[in-house]
């Protein structure tokens, strides 16, 4: 049997022993979806959100790219971020970043604009932002997982900063933003404690970070 034959092969048996398990569970998933949670995470293959956090699908809105960025430019992020806030009014927003992230390596080990690919100029950028902080971390393991948890620091700022976030805040829908950290090594999530419901948390996300540098 081929490679793909066997997706095929995988997906006829899920399918099968979803509805041997609850013969709706496809009637009510076809018929819509409500999650709670906007999940914003690195396209890394070893980071299966659902899986991991034990939701089942339609419970969690979903988007991954290299590094989980939020650019401020990035129309497909944003287009997301609206969908999710504006229809499906989810009540949290978690930007997951993990340790031993491809893209950050990529970043950190890039020395040139020659040889930088635009997208990871974003990870530079706020590598360049807390550098002096960063040289400060002798070894070089935990300088990179240092810089894993601030990109995540800086893509929770860009979220609240984008217009539909600020905007569902001015008319009091209840909506969080979570900073969070996978570790491969046991698979567990780790909370950053940068958590923001409200224009004036993004302040106290600033100072944490600000105050962590020093």
């Given amino acids: ?14 399918a099968e022993s979803m509805r041997a398990r609850d013969p709706a569970y496809f009637e009510r998933l076809a018929a819509g979806q409500s999650p709670e949670y906007l999940w914003i ?23 991954r790219n290299i ?58 950028d706020v590598e360049f932002r807390h550098a002096e902080a960063l040289k400060r971390i002798g070894d070089e393991q935990k300088r990179y997982d240092r810089l894993c948890e601030l990109n995540v620091v800086e893509q929770v700022r860009h979220v609240c900063h984008a217009s539909m976030v600020q905007e569902a805040w001015g008319r009091g829908q209840g909506l969080w933003v979570h900073g969070w950290m996978l ?10 404690g940068v958590s923001a419901c409200r224009p004036e948390d993004v302040e106290a996300v600033d100072r944490r970070v600000i105050a962590d540098d020093e």
């Fill in 67 to 124: 590094a989980n960025v939020v650019a401020p430019g990035d129309s497909n992020v944003l287009a997301v971020i609206t969908y999710a806030v504006n229809v499906l009014k989810v009540k949290h927003i978690i930007v997951c970043g993990h340790y031993q992230c491809g893209g950050v390596l990529a970043a950190m080990q890039t020395r040139s604009a020659e040889q930088m690919d635009s997208w990871l100029w974003h990870i530079k």
């Fill in 41 to 63: 995470g690195c396209s890394d293959s070893r980071v299966p959100p659902c899986a991991m956090l034990g939701i089942e699908p339609g419970g969690m809105f979903v988007h």
């Fill in 183 to 192: 570790r491969l090594k046991d698979g567990l999530v780790i909370d950053l």
């Fill in 1 to 14: 049997m081929s490679p793909l034959s066997q997706l095929f092969e995988n997906n006829r048996k899920w």
